[in-house]
């Protein structure tokens, strides 16, 4: 009976992952794979992201899986613009409700802690940890700054918020990859570019001292996850480069970028996903990311001009 859950070994990747995503996914999901890879409406991915938009002008409901409950939180709001971004829905009203929810949050310099104190009263992941008075970080604050300038957004919020990840990501001298992911997302889409230039080549020969990215996928055991992260929790070129015009390609070899992706590509399970790698901490956000995962990952392949069915 198992066996026909599993879909055939001989279709292709995106026929392996529609069925694993109409098997398991959210709505949500269930919406964006339809717009990326079957020319579905965009209009059917706001609606379904609608869902987790709180009357703050946050999103939550765990629309990112670590964070369960109704709360705003601004990683959950972040995954919204990313959501918003890929479908060109990033802007007008939208990003004028969104950023006054941000303004509302922020800490006393002006950027986003990484969990706002809210959660405290629900269940989240013991790796964002909540705190009473949470530091700006740069991980949640980088990509909805990166998002909001490359839609060409322009609010009050923006100036200390931006002001705030220059200053983080100038800084840096010792970072782990999602931070560094965070800073790649605020490069790719800060207006000046120049001063974004200098600073992802700064960012890249850390990210090679620090073996912050696995450069031969046949030997991850040559690099050790950052502190805190699960066991084989490794990051690849391809987690850094997602597209092939990101600042974060100039880091890597043409040979480093494909055998990351051909990594990308065998790495999809025989029901059709992809796996996470990240600590799973209870069932549901395990079963929630899996399909995140698996629409990303055809993404970045299709980015690159990989096939994928």
Known sequence: MAENLLPSASSTPLARAERFVWLTARVLEQRRFAYHFQRGGADQVETALTAYLNEDGGYGHALEPDLRGPVSQP???????????????????????????????STHDGALPAIHPSQRDHPSAPFVPVVDSPPSALLSTGPVVGLLHRNQVWHAWLFRATEFCWSAVESLEKSHPYEVQAAVAFLDGVPDRPRAEAAADRLGRLVREQGLAVLDPDRPEDRLPADGYAPGEHHFPHDYARVPDSLAARWFTEEETARSLDRLAADQEEDGGWPIRRRAWAPGPALEWRPIVTVEALRTLRAHGRPVG
């Open 75 to 105: 990683l959950h709001t972040a995954h919204a613009l990313r959501v918003l971004d890929s479908i060109g829905r990033c802007g007008g009203p939208r990003a004028e409700r969104i950023c006054r929810y941000l303004t509302a949050v």
